[in-house]
Structure formats: structure tokens, C-alpha cells
């Protein structure tokens, strides 16, 4: 029997390895989506990095986060941040957050960041500022409680991007798709608009141009074809590494227990695993007891 | 019977994924050349990033930018800025529009992008602004519209490269070497002129410099040494990701619906296609559809 | 009998070609843990490029820097560096030494490192800097002598990073995964503060703030996840060159005798060897008789 | 009878792709060494991009830059900047010019490039300007005459680096190894200068620490390990792109002519010649005529 879900899990994690790809997360921030059927649902990967992200690493949360069944799988802190979306905008279908470099200088500034491009201007209308300062006061500034994730989303509004002061960015969209276009161009704006302000002062779009310039760039047509180049880039980013494990050897303390599921099947990128003799020595494996086992090959 | 295009379609092609190998285009932006025996026409690629692009997806379009032939490929929505320019100007045999991160703060702050170095002379003696608002009011930005075309045409005027206010830039060459040399070393001396602002007062080349520099560079000595260098690295970043499938799977709704020759004759980049146990997994893959079909395999 | 440090020295190597992979050493730079049960001692690799370390060529040394076991293999010249922090903070057990690009702004221009965002916490609660001119005037900068490390193990005191004036940037960890953390993200603390500090003023985390984000981070959770990314990242690039040679020839003089018991047992990277004919050409080779052996095969 | 220069040849090469490897050279730029017996001869490549030469493309020329023997080769237009180096100053055995990015702001701007790290003192005491301008007027600011050649020397004088107005840079080297070496760094120290002017003062190093520095970093030992990082870095990134032809199909019109002897022996990266299956598609070639001959294979 097919799974309902299978094809959002496959696209979940493309959209992760993209966003990896492309330079906007790193060993950390992550992307979720809505359940395409049930509202009250989300999804998202285990607790880790995105680039390691597989179909098999999709987990199903409600919207208070917990997950919907039981799992031995590491979960993320600051789940509150999609969860609390979610619940305040049923509009939105896909939430991520980052910390991506071109971004966290507005973060850090304040400087805001406004619509320098066409491409741009899928940051909405206006970009708000969110400090936990302001109502927690002195946090590790993750966002990891209820009230917290619920304040982000206050923050959030109706727009589509928030900044975290001294923290990274949420970014919000009515599709997976939608979403991760807006990651990437509002950093591709923030790098713009930085550069251009080291040079001289810079010219705005009008409103009436911000709007039709979004309208125009988030049709299925342009997200389409802007998806059809970024998976290519990251196939061809994985086509070059494909003799690398599909996933580093775990350590010992079962930092990352994978769903029971992942056993039956490995298919995917887990076809690299049956061409052992390619793998990269174990030198680059996080534990040595780990590299004994290897040894044994 | 063999096409007299053939090699017209292939050098576009290869121009294509060498200006997204040199980080020129991305997602978005093109290059066109003009028909080698009818000046009437002129050769552009189907809707897409220039990355994907082969031989097979080259069309044929008249200077109104309309297909040759019928065809159930999509197009650009932005044709007339090359058919515009291709009609204002007999002596331009080639056109490039693109958004790379070097220009794009000129076209924000409206700072003159001026030659630096000798080789970025072949940015020409002037380099003018367009700013679509001026003339059209709010719009997306996009020149989509012939009287749209006709505007930018009219500013680049008898110079070789035009500024697109918020939006990017357009060049011409006298050949598709010339064009891409073009588009290439005008972004790094962009990149050299913003580095250089930042540290102090800058001096750009004399008059009779820019001139006698430019003229230096455009030779076909010149042009061909600059070209056998990027298509020797296009040609090492392709082996290097040789596993990769030639194209990623199409989205269920025919985002890319190929002209009907492709079909017949997989050659070139194709040829990957015959080693299927080293594509990567399906999950870079656009659509779950795809992906099912894939797990046929 | 297995030898117990055998992981270590596995983790260490890994650990040097991580820091290489994600931009911190170079051809200079060395990172070092201290032995796991013997508190005199530390290991550290021999003289070379970190990007080139295998287990093998990891050494054992005393706090006064003197190797354990006779060897033939060359040494750091700096290895008091790491001596006189062992010496001086037995509750560190890494330490690290390097020039990165991001960093060594702050090390000209005196201006000070402050946390910017929450991963850049874990520079600790102060950065301070040590000018070896102060005690020592002219030198070669470099620091060798015994008293020019106990010198900077004073300047940095209780802290966890020093910066060293028209130098580099020495750090320390409580473990090796912290250091090599702290060494990572300090690099994007620094990157983030010089491109806010481009745009408009900064703002820093409060104290408390500093304090609560450097705990959350140094957790072996944290650091687990970052590692595992970092490990996959080093997998993958070493993937994609894994027909290269595992070590370049050496040159004539005997730059880099290897400990002796390197051809004992040739594993891990040195499958590669056994694949002659995916070798690149000698052309990168060191030297010419080298390449005359070569010729050989 | 072995070839007496044949290791020179090798080392010029392999260092010749080394500064394209490490973003020195690209299309342009060039760096020769003096014949290691006969000091009134130097050699360099053949007239091309510095990451396609091999040892065949290695030409030997006197020191008024004539072929010693006859070639059909095409010669680079500045040849007399290495020429009237190695006339002028004996003691210089390696020249290299370039254009790199870091460097050109210094040379639009006219601010002086100074120590401002250890290991940027291999720029030595002081880094002159020459403006072709100052003594020929307008040209293509290209070095082709032989007295330009001269005046570019003189204004070297007893220096190691000279910067070209809106040019590029020269630099020379009392060994191949040297000149790689102080290419490489001054480069890392002029990114480091303008990054640390963007954030304050800066202090450069004391006159004292200057030559100390500088003497400590080129020792063999020194040189040495970092031509043995930029070598093994060269052979991964070499390796995972073997698959690549070892040059690119050359322009109909016998662009590059190569030195008869080539089609002796096809040695070196030729072995990938051996793996046509393994070839990237013809499509990255410079020509449709190419691509035809190709097809026949």
C-alpha cells in the first residue's frame, strides 16, 4: 500500500539538501511543511544537519510538536517555531529558519532589509524584527518554549519573513516551493542590498512594483523553473560525491536513532552503501569504535 | 542531411552553461545570437536556467520573437530584449541578459560603472542606465512587452552594455565569444571597481586606454584564449558530476515540454543517461510522480 | 593489541582535515588534543599542511613539547603553543593555532571580537590579544621559544580564544569537538561582526545572553550534530578526490619521513593506492625524480 | 637520453596550475623561471591559460624573449616582462604576472601594499607602482615592447613585487618555488589589508619583523610544505575531474599549435585520453567542426 505521504517526505528532504546546496543552512536551521491533507499536522526532519537529509528522516508532528507516533529519533528545539506558525496562519503551508550569513548582518544591525530587485522582493512587504530580549530576557535566544514560538509568530504578523535579532531569520510560504524560493532570494537580496549600500544609497522598488514583481515570481511557472535548476545543482553536487556514505557512521550514543522504518528500506542514495569497495575511508567517521567495525571490511 | 545550425546551437549551448559555470547566469538570465545566414532570426534557448541546457533546446525565433516553427517548448517571457536589440542594431550578433551579484549594486545605486582594468575596457565607452518606471510607471520589471524591448534598445543605443534599474543588465556582442568575454569581464571589473571604492579614490583607464584596450582584448586571438579557458573548466566541473542525469525529471505538468527532435537523437550529454546504476537517487528529483516511475527502475 | 589510542588518533586526524574542509587551517595552522589518560602529554601532528594528516602521522609529545618516542618525522615549529596552554589549564584538552582570513582583521586592526549571534558565544566571555612585541620586540612572529608560549598561555589567561597581533588566533576547548567548534563558529562570528560593522552599528548579546548560548552550544549534543555535519561535508569532498594519491610525493630531501610505522599498515585513505591507474598524473608531483619513478608504472 | 630540463618543465607546469588552482591566474597571467643551467634562457608556456598547461606546452627562450628553437607554438604578448626581468636583475630565477582580484583594488586606487601578517611579508621591504602611462602615453597597457619591458624593470628595482596601474601585478622570485610562494601570499595579504582598512586602523609589521618574517617563510622547509599543500590540492581537485580530456578540442584555425614533440609521447594526465567513455560530452568544445571529428571516435 503507497504511502499518502511518500512523495512530501522525498520533496521535504530535496528541499532540505537544496537549502544546504545553495549556502542558506548549514549544521543548522530547517525546513517544514504542512500536512498536504491534514492541517493539524506538520512535517519536518530529525534533529541534525540538512545536507544528511533523507525521505527516511521525515517525522510528523502535530501542531503543538509532538510527534503523532512514538520515535526514537532526536527532535529538534526549536520546533515551537513552525508549530507556533502554523497555528497563527492557516495560510501557510512551509516555515524555515536560518542563519544564513548574507542575512544575519540586518539581525545583528537592525539595518532593515527592503526590496532592492525584482527577485527580491518575495520578501514581502515589509521584513518585522522579533528580539526575545523584549519579553524573555536573557535566553540562549533559540526558541524552544510554547510562549516563545507563539511571540515569533506575533512578530510574523501577515508578512512572510521575520528577522531574530541577533539570532537568524523565519521565513514562511504558501508552498514548499514558495518557501524555499524566499529563502534563497531574500539572501541573494540581503547580499545586494549590502554590497550596494557599501557604495552609495540605494533605490527601493516602488510598493506598486514589490508587489507585481512577487505576483510575477511566485507563479508555479518561475518557482518551477527555479526548483528544476536548484535539484539539478544539488544532483549534480551529490553525482559527485556519490561514493560517500549516504550517512556518516553514527556515534556511539546513538546521537541521531533513526525510525524504525529506515531498516526496510534503503533505497535512495542508499544504493552508494552496496559499492563499499568506493567509500571514502572511515578517516572522516565520527568515533573510533565506529572505525574498528569499518576495519572488519 | 546535416544542419546547417548544428554548430550555431552547440556553441549557444555551450555559452549557456559557461556563463552559469562563471557565475554570470543562475535560475534566471540568457543569451541569444544572432541566425549566422539570416539576419532575421535569431537563436535562443527554451524556458530555463542556462545550466540545463544542450543543443536540443535551442529554437529558432523570428526578431518579433515568435518560433520559427510550432513548438510545445515554453519560451522566455523576456524574448524582446534580445529581438528589440536584434532590430535596432545590424551590427549586434549576440545578446546577454543577466542578475549577477557584481553588477547588480550599480543597478541599485546608480553608481556609473566605469573601466578599472584593461580588460574590462570591453565594458565599452559608456555604460547608460534604463529604469523601466520612467516610461512604463509600475510594472514587474520584467521586459516583456515590445514597446518594452524598444525602450531598452533605445537606451543602449549605439554603446554595448545597459544597466537595468533594480533589476540587472543587458550586453551585446558583435559575436556570441565577444558577448560572453563581454559579460564575464564586465563583472569582474564591476567586482574589482566596488572593492577598489571601498579602499579609496579609484582611477579608470584614459579615454584612448579604454579604447586601445578594448579593441586588444576583442580579437579573435584574445576571444579564443579566454573561451578555450572556460569551456576547459566548464568541460572539468562536468566530468566531475558525469553521473548526474542530463536533466532533471520534468514536473508532472509538462514545465518543459521538449521540441519534438529531441527524441531522436540523445547524443552529447545523453550519453550519462545510458549508466543508470550511477544516477543519483531520484531524491533530487522535482515531482513524486517522477520519483515513482524512477523507483521502477 | 590494540592500541588505545588508536581512536584518538583518528579523531584528531579527522579532526585536521575537517578544519582544512571548512576554511580554517591552510598550509599553516595545527590543532592538537591532549592525551586521554595521561595528562603530560598531547598529541599533535607532524609538520605539514592539516588537509594531508592521516592517524599515522599523528605524534605524541611531552608539555614541553619533546616527542615521546624517537622519530624521524619533522615537528611544528610552534609546538609551544600548544605545550604552554597544557601547562598552564589542565582543564583544557584541545587546543588550535590558525591564520584564517575571517579572523585576522581583528588581529591588524586591534578591534575587538564580541559575540554577534548565538553560535559565536562560545568565544567565551572576552577575546584578549597578545602582542609578541610587547615582550620580545622584532621577531619573526612566529611563536617557538618556551618563554614566547608561556607568554601567550598568560595573555590568554581563563579564556578560551586569544587573538595575536598581525598573526593569527590561538584557541582552546574542553574537549576536541569544542575546540574545533569554537574554531569554526568564532570564524563566523568574526565574518558576521566585520559585515554588520560595514553596514550600521552592531548590537552584541547581553552578558547573560553570552553566557546561556555558550552552555546551550557546548553540549556533546550540539557538538555531536555539528560534528556529524562537518564529518558528512569532509566525506563527501574527499569522496569526489578519492583517485587522488592519499599523500603527494615526497620531495628528495626527505621533507616529511614518516614514523615507521606508517608501512605497517596502509589503511584507510591508502586503499586509493591501490588503485595506480585512477592516480592523477604525477604532474602534481613535488619533484622530478619522484616523477621518474613514476614513469616506472 | 633523458631530457635535462624535463623536471623544470614538469615543475613549471604543475606550478603553473597550481596559481589557477589557488585563484591567482585565470585566462590571463603567466609565470616563466630561468633555465637552470644556461642563465641567458628562461622558460614558460606556450601562449594560453595557465590551468591547461602541461610539460609539452613548456617552450625555452632567450632573455630577449626569441624561441631557442623553431616552434609553430603562439607566443604571449608580454614576454618582454619576463625577459626584462630575468636581463635586469640576475639574481631573480622566476617571474610571475598577474591580475588576481585581491590585488587589482591596489592598483586602481594606488594605496600601498604593506606586511599586515607574517607570512604577507614575502612582499618584502616595498611594493612600487609603474604607470605604462607616466612614460608611453595611452596604450593598450599591455607589456609587449621591449622597452617597456626595461621600464617595468626599472621600476622593480631591487624589489620582489611591482604593481601596474590599472593593470595587474609582477613579481619575481630567487626560485620557481618562491615566486609560487610570494604569488600566493601577497595575495591573502592584500585581501587581509582591504578587509581590515573596511574596520579600522591597521598596524603593519615593524621594519625588523618584516625581514625576520620574510626570512622565516622562505626557507626550503618552509616553501616546501606549502608546495606540497598546493600540490596535493591541485591532484584532488585534478583527480575528481580526470575524466575530463586533458585539453580541449583546439579552435579550426590551429589556435595553439602545439610543439611537435607533444605527439611523442602522451604521457602525464594523456592517460585519461585512454578513457573516451569516460569523456565529458563533446559539447563543452570551442567548435561544431570539433565536435564532428569527435563524433567519429
Redesign the interface.
Known amino acids: 500500500m503507497p504511502d499518502p505521504l511518500?512523495?512530501?517526505r522525498?520533496?521535504l528532504?530535496?528541499a532540505n539538501?537544496i537549502l544546504a546546496n545553495e549556502g542558506v543552512l548549514?549544521?543548522?536551521g530547517h525546513i517544514s511543511v504542512r500536512h498536504p491533507t491534514n492541517p493539524d499536522r506538520y512535517l519536518i526532519s530529525r534533529?541534525?544537519?540538512a545536507?544528511?537529509m533523507?525521505?527516511d528522516d521525515i517525522l510528523e508532528l502535530t501542531l503543538d510538536s509532538k510527534p503523532v507516533e512514538p520515535t526514537s529519533a532526536?527532535l529538534f528545539s526549536e520546533l515551537v517555531i513552525h508549530g507556533g506558525i502554523y497555528q497563527a496562519r492557516p495560510d501557510v503551508h512551509s516555515v524555515c529558519h536560518h542563519?544564513a550569513?548574507s542575512v544575519?548582518?540586518?539581525?545583528?544591525?537592525?539595518?532593515e532589509l527592503v526590496p532592492?530587485?525584482?527577485?527580491g522582493a518575495s520578501l514581502g512587504g515589509k521584513v518585522p524584527f522579533w528580539d526575545s530580549?523584549d519579553e524573555f530576557?536573557?535566553?540562549?535566544?533559540?526558541v524552544t518554549k510554547p510562549e516563545e514560538g507563539r511571540s515569533l509568530a506575533r512578530a510574523l504578523g501577515e508578512h512572510w519573513m521575520v528577522l531574530l535579532?541577533?539570532?537568524?531569520a523565519t521565513l514562511a510560504g504558501r508552498s514548499l516551493r514558495e518557501c524555499v524560493f524566499r529563502s534563497i532570494y531574500t539572501c541573494?537580496n540581503a547580499?545586494?542590498?549590502?554590497?550596494?549600500?557599501?557604495?552609495?544609497?540605494?533605490?527601493?522598488?516602488?510598493p506598486?512594483?514589490a508587489e507585481?514583481?512577487s505576483?510575477?515570481s511566485l507563479t508555479?511557472?518561475t518557482l518551477?523553473?527555479?526548483?528544476?535548476?536548484?535539484?539539478?545543482?544539488?544532483?549534480?553536487?551529490?553525482?559527485?560525491?556519490?561514493?560517500?556514505?549516504p550517512?556518516?557512521p553514527?556515534?556511539k550514543?546513538g546521537?541521531?536513532k533513526a525510525p524504525a522504518r529506515r531498516n526496510k528500506a534503503p533505497?535512495?542514495?542508499?544504493?552508494a552503501t552496496a559499492r563499499p569497495a568506493?567509500?571514502?575511508?572511515?578517516?572522516?567517521?565520527?568515533?573510533?569504535?565506529k572505525?574498528k567495525r569499518a576495519?572488519k571490511r
Chains 1, 2, 3, 4 share one sequence.
Request: a positive charge; charged letters at 25%; aromatic letters at 6%.
Open positions: 511518500a512523495e512530501v522525498q520533496e528532504a530535496t539538501r548549514d549544521a543548522f534533529y541534525g544537519a545536507e544528511l533523507t525521505a532526536r542563519h550569513v544575519l548582518p540586518y539581525c545583528i544591525t537592525g539595518v532592492v530587485m525584482h527577485l530580549h530576557g536573557d535566553t540562549p535566544l533559540v535579532r541577533r539570532h537568524g541573494r547580499e545586494l542590498q549590502s554590497r550596494a549600500m557599501a557604495m552609495g544609497s540605494i533605490s527601493t522598488l516602488s506598486g512594483e507585481l514583481c505576483s510575477h508555479p511557472r518551477g523553473r527555479a526548483w528544476e535548476y536548484w535539484a539539478f545543482r544539488l544532483q549534480k553536487a551529490e553525482a559527485a560525491t556519490a561514493r560517500a556514505e550517512r556518516p553514527r556515534a550514543a546521537l541521531n533505497a535512495g542514495r542508499g544504493k568506493q567509500r571514502p575511508a572511515a578517516s572522516a567517521g565520527s568515533g573510533g569504535r572505525v576495519g
